[in-house]
């Protein structure tokens, strides 16, 4: 008689047991993933908060890269760059786009039809000022880009519209 009780305990605290050994492998998994993050960044020299952007960029910058603004059309340092050479990001100096991919589309900001790789430039939904668009930014530090548009040529049919004061430009190659 007193077996079924104590069984009914036994049972009782294995399940203890297993849900807190359960919560503390998901708090390890998230603190090797933050680990992980943060020795990413480490390696890349990034920034690890908005305040150390700040730091780290002009106010215009700022506000461009991380605030998901927009410089006015036909200002950019980039709208009609010739020659041969590279674009990178100039939050972290991830390659973007090359020359070769750059053509004039008339919008008033640097165009690309392709990056130099797919996994370079993320694309995201944006749904600000009551527009439907597809934002770009650069896969290794989320600074915003610009946005991605259907109206390109071929090859992609894309037109990958970019502030210029996203980009660093390096003449001659990436």
């Known amino acids: 008689m007193w077996r079924i009780p104590v069984l009914i305990c036994i049972s009782i605290i294995l399940l203890a047991c297993e849900s807190r050994s359960s919560s503390a492998s998901r708090q390890i998994e998230s603190e090797t993933t933050i680990a992980k993050e ?3 960044n480490e390696d ?15 106010p215009e910058e700022y506000r461009v890269l991380r605030e ?10 980039y709208v009609h760059v010739d020659g041969d050479g590279a674009f990178s990001c100039a939050a972290c100096g991830q390659p973007l786009f090359t020359t070769n991919a750059k053509y004039d589309s008339g919008s008033g900001w ?14 995201r939904v944006d749904n600000t000022l009551g527009m439907h668009r597809t934002e770009i930014v650069c896969s290794r530090c989320k600074s915003h880009l610009g946005h ?8 992609t049919g894309l037109r990958y519209c970019v502030n210029s004061i996203s980009l ?5 190659g990436e």
Do not use: H
Not at 117 to 123: D, F, R, S, Y
């Open 44 to 58: 890349q020299n990034l920034p690890q908060t908005e305040a150390e952007w700040r730091e780290r960029l002009t």
């Open 38 to 40: 943060a020795v990413m």
């Open 148 to 155: 991605v548009f259907n109206d390109g040529p071929q090859p």
């Open 168 to 172: 660093d430009f390096k003449e001659g």
């Open 68 to 77: 998901k603004g927009t410089e006015r059309a036909f200002q950019g340092k």
């Open 110 to 123: 640097p165009s690309f039809y392709e990056p130099i790789g797919e996994e370079n430039v993320e694309e």
